[in-house]
Structures are given as structure tokens and as C-alpha cells.
């Protein structure tokens, strides 16, 4: 009988990563597993609360909120995302040649939080680490494609004892899919949150706000959030 596979998964409280808290805990059966969320001084505090619901639903052991919100003070300047930065656009107004990097994105977020993750893993005995890129439909980010992870894991393989890996496994994946598999894993998607613009209510509009709408028609499926934009 093969050995449940500890792991360690980046836990936003956004779809993506809610569905994999889900489908590590549940579909893969890995076990014990570690959730680890970060405030970095985003606008959107409400995923950090769906992050708890979701980590306490999918059964993890484990579930902590890591406060690195000085790098709020650090990355104001170069991102929207970021509370007290530029304001978040509404999708619509992008140009074309900003939709492969809009204001949205974070400067090496991504990079950092999996290295903290890598960091915790590595210390617990852990060796795999989970994180729900998507390849975005309507915009997209440098570190969240799979030549990004090829490159983390080809880093981390430099550990001289017992390297830790980084898993995507929805990075090739349509973000209709991953509302489809959080359907068939019961995801109480009430309890996810996207809007880039942190208010109480979806704003409807913002680059992200308007994907999981279109995923969420793409899914045949109503998104509970939907009435409240």
C-alpha cells in the first residue's frame, strides 16, 4: 500500500487555489497536508478569510496566515494590487500589449511565496509543494506558466540532501476546468473570493472579476458570487 504524500499547498482563498486545497486533500489523498496563506498587503483582504474557511473545509492539518506586509512597502510602487497603489483597471481598458503582464501583477510574488513555502516544507520532512497556477484566459502573469515552475524546480533541485518539487497541476488547465473540478469536489464557492478591488461586493468588471465570470458560463455553472457584484 503506497504511503500518503505530505505536502504543503499555497492557499489564497482565491478559485484556483481553494480547488486545490480540495483536490490534494481529497483526490490525491495526500496527507498530512499544510496550508499556507501570506498578506502581503494586497487590497483583496476578504481571499485571506475565504483562505480559512476553505483550508478548515478541505480538512488540512495545518492552516497559517504568514504576515509578510512589509513587502506592501516594498512593491506599492510597481503594482495595483497592492493597497494604496494605482487603481485596479477595469479589464476593458487594457491594451493588448498589456494583457500578457497588466498592473495587476505583483513583482516576483510568486517567486517569493514559493520559496517561503519551499522553506517550510523543508524543514517539516516535506518534499512536494502545490500552487493553482492557471494559465489566465483573458491576461496572464511570467509566473504562472510552466516554464516558470521548470525553472523553480530545476533551482530547488540544487538541494543537496532531499530537494523539495513544485507541483501546478492546473497550469496547462482552462479555469472553466477548475470550476468544473470544484464542483465535483463540493468547493463551496461562496466562500472564494477574486475581485482585485477588495471591496465588500464584486466589482464585476476588474480583469479577474470578469475571467471567473466567463469561467463560470463557460462551466454551464451560476457563480454564487454573482448576484453580489
Known amino acids: 500500500m503506497t504511503e500518503p504524500l505530505p505536502a504543503v499547498v499555497l492557499l489564497s482563498g482565491g478559485i484556483d487555489s481553494s480547488v486545490l486545497a480540495h483536490y490534494a486533500t481529497n483526490a490525491l489523498g495526500c496527507a498530512p497536508v499544510h496550508a499556507l496563506s501570506f498578506d502581503y498587503g494586497q487590497r483583496h483582504r476578504l481571499e485571506l478569510e475565504c483562505a480559512r474557511f476553505q483550508a478548515a473545509a478541505a480538512g488540512v492539518v495545518e492552516h497559517r496566515v504568514i504576515d509578510v506586509s512589509f513587502l506592501g512597502d516594498v512593491l506599492r510602487p510597481g503594482s495595483a494590487l497592492i493597497a494604496g497603489g494605482d487603481a485596479v483597471p477595469d479589464l476593458v481598458a487594457l491594451a493588448a500589449e498589456q494583457l500578457d503582464q497588466p498592473p495587476t501583477y505583483v513583482p516576483n510574488r510568486n517567486m517569493m511565496l514559493i520559496s517561503m513555502a519551499a522553506a517550510y516544507a523543508e524543514t517539516r520532512g516535506i518534499r512536494d ?51 468544473r473540478l470544484g464542483l465535483e469536489l463540493g468547493v463551496d464557492f461562496t466562500r472564494t473570493w477574486s475581485c482585485y478591488r477588495g471591496g465588500e461586493r464584486p466589482c464585476g468588471t476588474c480583469p479577474t472579476c470578469v475571467e471567473r465570470r466567463n469561467a463560470f458560463h463557460e462551466a454551464g455553472a451560476e457563480d454564487p458570487l454573482e448576484q453580489r457584484a
Do not use: M, S
Open 129 to 179: 509543494v502545490f500552487y493553482g497556477a492557471q494559465a489566465q484566459d483573458e491576461y496572464g502573469y511570467w509566473d504562472c506558466t510552466r516554464a516558470f515552475v521548470d525553472r523553480i524546480n530545476d533551482t530547488l533541485a540544487l538541494n543537496r540532501r532531499d530537494a523539495v518539487r513544485v507541483h501546478a497541476p492546473f497550469i496547462e488547465k482552462r479555469k472553466a476546468d477548475t470550476v
